[in-house]
């Protein structure tokens, strides 16, 4: 017998080996227990293959979020794991939204908080194997702060406004600037952004610009010529936070003008901490005029304030310093 044809044989023994060890490991794997009856060992087998597919089924209810009252939220399963041996009308998804109103079905649904606080959100996964959940805190809130930051602001000042801001109540919706190239360009940005975010803008009770070199002016005034609705801003203060408001307040001035805010403020930036705190009190202008120094209040009283002081403009001069040392504009006669 040739070596040829022993290696002949050799490989195919090998070859048989093989086959009749993956039959009988099949077989094994496919057998059932001698106490089951045929339903029983139906439902054992696909239970043996599910399992070796290791496909985990994980409800994912989204991460904890800030809301405000009044608005409809949107809460989405589609962050879940779903094993891809079930059908899909055999999944259901319900959501508890802890605040007593009834359960809801849906792999996406829509809800409204009334009050506000803190709420627990459980999302129920059922199949007809099993049932997860997952939870999520979400704060429901009733104002809204809208801030335009530059990138390169400090970054431990920025994130205590921030931290305070969601203390005080606010939910915070943040558009932070590269200042990094030529000015016009940079405001256009800007500019876009803000028509892309104008429902936020709209919701927001309060708006603060602080970026190195006021991008946020120039920018805003530019915004108004693309507004449809003029009135957006009619119910808001705005506040402008930089280091050099003498310098800036002419710029300001015509935002105010145009517009038609219900408080533009600047205020040096270590303010801005008092300005959220204000807001929060429905008492803005009181606190940040408590601190004596470090802001100027604009309106129709600054109009005429920029310039000399002359035999023309001498009474809104004083008008405007009395303002913004913290008389009231009802009580100038």
């Known amino acids: 017998m040739s070596s040829r044809f022993k290696k002949l044989i050799f490989c195919s023994?090998?070859?048989?080996?093989?086959?009749?060890?993956?039959?009988?490991?099949?077989?094994?794997?496919?057998?059932?227990?001698?106490?089951?009856?045929?339903?029983?060992?139906?439902?054992?087998?696909?239970?043996?293959?599910?399992?070796?597919?290791?496909?985990?089924?994980?409800?994912?209810?989204?991460?904890?979020r800030t809301v405000l009252i009044g608005k409809e939220i949107l809460f989405s399963a589609h962050d879940s794991r779903i094993p891809s041996y079930f059908?899909?009308?055999?999944?259901?998804?319900?959501?508890?939204?802890?605040?007593?109103?009834?359960?809801?079905?849906?792999?996406?649904?829509?809800?409204?908080?009334?009050?506000?606080?803190?709420?627990?959100?459980?999302?129920?996964i059922r199949t007809p194997e099993e049932s997860v959940e997952d939870r999520a805190l979400?704060?429901?809130?009733?104002?809204?702060?809208?801030?335009?930051?530059?990138?390169?602001?400090n970054v431990f000042s920025r994130t205590n406004v921030l931290n305070q801001a969601e203390r005080m109540g606010f939910l915070v919706h943040i558009?932070?600037?590269?200042?990094?190239?030529?000015?016009?360009?940079?405001?256009?940005?800007?500019?876009?952004?803000?028509?892309?975010?104008?429902?936020?803008?709209?919701?927001?009770?309060?708006?603060?610009?602080?970026?190195?070199?006021?991008?946020?002016?120039?920018?805003?005034?530019?915004?108004?010529?693309?507004l449809e609705d003029k009135s957006v801003f009619a119910d808001k203060s705005l506040v402008i936070a930089s280091d050099s408001l003498g310098l800036i307040s002419r710029r300001v001035q015509p935002i105010y003008d145009t517009l038609l805010p219900k408080n533009v403020l600047l205020v040096q930036p270590e303010l801005v901490e008092k300005v959220i705190e204000g807001e929060s009190k429905?008492?803005?202008?009181?606190?940040?005029?408590?601190?004596?120094?470090?802001?100027?209040?604009?309106g129709v009283h600054s109009r005429r304030n920029f310039g000399k002081v002359t035999f023309y403009n001498f009474l809104s001069h004083f008008i405007n310093s009395l303002i913004n040392r913290g008389v009231s504009i009802n009580t100038i006669l």
Request: proline fraction near 1%.
């Open 138 to 153: 979400l704060k429901a809130v009733d104002r809204a702060l809208f801030l335009i930051v530059g990138e390169d602001q």
């Open 282 to 298: 429905n008492q803005l202008i009181k606190e940040v005029q408590s601190e004596g120094s470090g802001f100027i209040l604009l």
């Open 175 to 226: 558009v932070a600037i590269k200042e990094e190239g030529h000015n016009f360009v940079i405001e256009d940005q800007l500019v876009n952004t803000l028509l892309e975010r104008i429902e936020d803008i709209r919701e927001s009770n309060l708006i603060i610009g602080w970026t190195k070199n006021s991008i946020e002016v120039n920018g805003l005034l530019r915004l108004e010529h693309r």
């Open 13 to 64: 023994l090998i070859i048989a080996s093989c086959l009749l060890f993956n039959i009988f490991s099949i077989n094994a794997q496919s057998a059932c227990p001698a106490d089951l009856n045929e339903e029983e060992c139906q439902n054992y087998k696909q239970g043996a293959v599910a399992a070796g597919r290791i496909e985990p089924l994980i409800a994912s209810a989204g991460g904890d």
């Open 87 to 124: 059908d899909k009308e055999e999944i259901e998804y319900w959501w508890n939204f802890g605040d007593m109103s009834a359960l809801e079905r849906g792999e996406e649904v829509k809800h409204i908080y009334d009050q506000t606080g803190n709420y627990q959100v459980k999302l129920e």
